[in-house]
Structure formats: structure tokens, C-alpha cells
């Protein structure tokens, strides 16, 4: 049995295709990045993001477990799990919604908090949130504020309250469709804040009605070492954007991501001295021509070996052009 050697529930990296093997029974996620979404419910431990790489390639994700996992499709969720963790997702025609983001939203977390809580995994660790056309206006919304009015909605009837966020991820894709995928365990992890931003739960109304509702990181201790999933990580000191350049927002981002690393406390900060040597490392570029002077720059900082892919996608706010989120995995 093609055992994961290192033996912890869960190994997140970056793999070329070529050297994906067909199958893997350990195999708990597989993700893509490309032109369209992608998601089989006969083979749910795989999943395509519609985020156009911007350097090619752009290798899969490959999430590896330490034993072989059960997968299946139920109550409108793919899913694959091992004893220790448990991967799901699910991709919704907005359509079905009226193309109401909120209604959409709302939907989708009612259906990803039944699921996971009903299958003995209660704690969200990190959660994925795609979806396109997030500055289009609606009702005097945004769709980015429509679906954070959904989620919260959806969060709030369960309760999950603001101690037990996780790390999260929201950005605009290039196709039709909500994606939501996440990572959830038995065990909670440790939410971590940055002492440099406002907690997003605590954003000021004029952000949108309701409050974003993620926490900056969560920091996970398994039996033999600890994983950080960052969030996505944007140039935001306090709750305001900083910078309308976008060499200048990485610059401050890369500020935010080490304060994240230091709050995470030794199990982190002894293995990741600087934001480079994390797992992988997800940098979404709001507009395509940004990418060279991106790279560069991020190389410059980060070295040239940091994992680091770049990917086309829109950000939160419409004054923010590149956002980066982080695994130490
Ligand atoms: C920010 O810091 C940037 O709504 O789930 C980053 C990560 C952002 C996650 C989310 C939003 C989300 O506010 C935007």
C-alpha cells in the first residue's frame, strides 16, 4: 500500500502532473488550477479552480494522506476522508439561486456545515471560497458583500461563532459556478490574528453589511508536527487598504504574512523563518500584466526556491491587486 512515509494525517505540496501517479489510495485532494471549474462527483477527491495560471505551469496541489481515504457524493457534497481528516466541496450553478450571490452563498454553507458536522469532523480548519464577477453590483451590493451576507447567515444559524473561524480564501475566478472546497478535522485548531490588522470579523459596516467571517490563520497541531494554513493575505494594515501600486501592496503583504508566522509562536516560527520557506504559497494577481514585476519582486524578497505559483483572480476589494495565501503543510 503506497503509504505517505512521513505519517501525519495530511501533506499539502505542489507536484508536477508528470509526476502525479493515476491513482494514490492515500490520495484525500488533487487541485487544479485552469480555465473552467471542474468537479466529478465520481471522482471527488479531484477538483479544477477556475484561476488561469499566470506562470505556467502551474502544478496541482496534492494532498496526501497518511492512509487510504473512503470518497463518495452525498447530499450534494464530494467529499474524501481518512479516521483523521475530512476534505469536501461543492460547486453550485448560481441559476439555480437567481444568480443571487447571497441566496447562493447562504445555500452552499448550509450545506457544507450539515455535512461535515454530520460526519464526526465538527472543526473547519481552512476553507476555499470561488466565485466570478465579485465587484459586479446587485440590490447595492457587491457580490463579494452579497455572498459574505450568505455566509454569515448560514454560519450564524449554526452557530459557529467568531472564536472558531478558519482560515479562509475568497477570490474571483474566471468561471460560472460557486466553488467552496475545505479542510475540516475532529479536533479544533488555534485561530491566529494579526496584530497588525483588524480582525476581519470586526471590519467597520462600510465594508459591506455583514462582516467578512474567516480568521487570519489557523494553526493546527498534529501528533508530530504543526501546520499553519494562512488566509489569503492582502496589503490591509488596521482594516484600510494601503498602497495603489501593486509592487508596494506586495511589499506590505509580505509585512502582514511574517506577522502572521511570529503570532503562530515556535511550532511555526522554528521550522519557517521567513514567508519562502511555508509549503506553498498562492499569489492571485488581479490583473495578468502585474505578474512579471510580481514575481520578481516576490523572488527578490522570498527567494527564487520559494513555492510559489501565481494565479489570475479578483480580490475582495476592488483597490487591492494581488493577495497571497500560505500552508505550512
Ligand atoms: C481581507 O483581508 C482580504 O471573505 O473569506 C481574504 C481572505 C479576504 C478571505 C473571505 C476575504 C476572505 O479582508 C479579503
Same mark, same amino acid.
Given at each position: 500500500m503506497a503509504q505517505n512515509p512521513l505519517s501525519r494525517p495530511l501533506t499539502i505540496r505542489f507536484q508536477h502532473e508528470a509526476q502525479?501517479? !493515476?491513482?494514490?489510495?492515500?490520495?484525500l485532494a488533487l487541485i487544479r488550477f485552469g480555465r473552467e471549474n471542474r468537479a466529478d462527483p465520481a471522482r471527488p477527491m479531484e477538483l479544477t479552480v477556475a484561476l488561469p495560471p499566470l506562470?505556467? !505551469?502551474v502544478p496541482p496541489e496534492l494532498w496526501l494522506a497518511d492512509e487510504p481515504v473512503a470518497a463518495g457524493f452525498e447530499d450534494g457534497v464530494g467529499y474524501s476522508r481518512t479516521d483523521k481528516v475530512l476534505f469536501g466541496w461543492i460547486l453550485l450553478n448560481e441559476a439555480d439561486f437567481n444568480h443571487d450571490m447571497n441566496q447562493a452563498a447562504e445555500h452552499a454553507y448550509d450545506r457544507l456545515l450539515a455535512f461535515h458536522r454530520g460526519r464526526g469532523f465538527p472543526h473547519l480548519l481552512r476553507i476555499w471560497n470561488y466565485f466570478p464577477n465579485l465587484h459586479q453590483e446587485a440590490e447595492g451590493l457587491d457580490r463579494y458583500q452579497a455572498f459574505c451576507l450568505g455566509r454569515h447567515r448560514a454560519l450564524e444559524r449554526v452557530p459557529l461563532t467568531e472564536g472558531e473561524l478558519p482560515a479562509a480564501t475568497a477570490i474571483g475566478t474566471t468561471a460560472p459556478g460557486l466553488l467552496v472546497y475545505f479542510l475540516a478535522g475532529r479536533e479544533p485548531g488555534v485561530q491566529i490574528e494579526n496584530p497588525r490588522q483588524v480582525s476581519a470579523f470586526h471590519y467597520p459596516r462600510r465594508y459591506g453589511p455583514k462582516s467578512p467571517s474567516f480568521s487570519r490563520a489557523t494553526l493546527k497541531r498534529w501528533p508530530d508536527r504543526a501546520h499553519l494554513y494562512i488566509s489569503?493575505?492582502?496589503?490591509?494594515v488596521g482594516h484600510e487598504t494601503l498602497h495603489t501600486d501593486v509592487l508596494t501592496q506586495l511589499d506590505e503583504i509580505i509585512e502582514n504574512l511574517r506577522a502572521l508566522i511570529r503570532s503562530a509562536g515556535e511550532d511555526i516560527s522554528n521550522r519557517v523563518g521567513d514567508p519562502g520557506d511555508l509549503s506553498m504559497l498562492k499569489v492571485y494577481v488581479r490583473h495578468a500584466e502585474d505578474t512579471a514585476a510580481v514575481k520578481a519582486r516576490l523572488e527578490a524578497t522570498l527567494?527564487?526556491?520559494? !513555492?510559489a505559483v501565481y494565479l489570475r483572480g479578483d480580490i475582495c476589494?476592488?483597490? #487591492? #491587486?494581488v493577495e497571497i495565501e500560505g500552508l505550512y503543510a
Open positions: 502525479v501517479p !493515476p491513482q494514490d489510495p492515500c490520495r506562470v505556467e !505551469p489569503g493575505t492582502a496589503s490591509i527567494g527564487d526556491q520559494a !513555492p476589494r476592488d483597490d #487591492l #491587486l
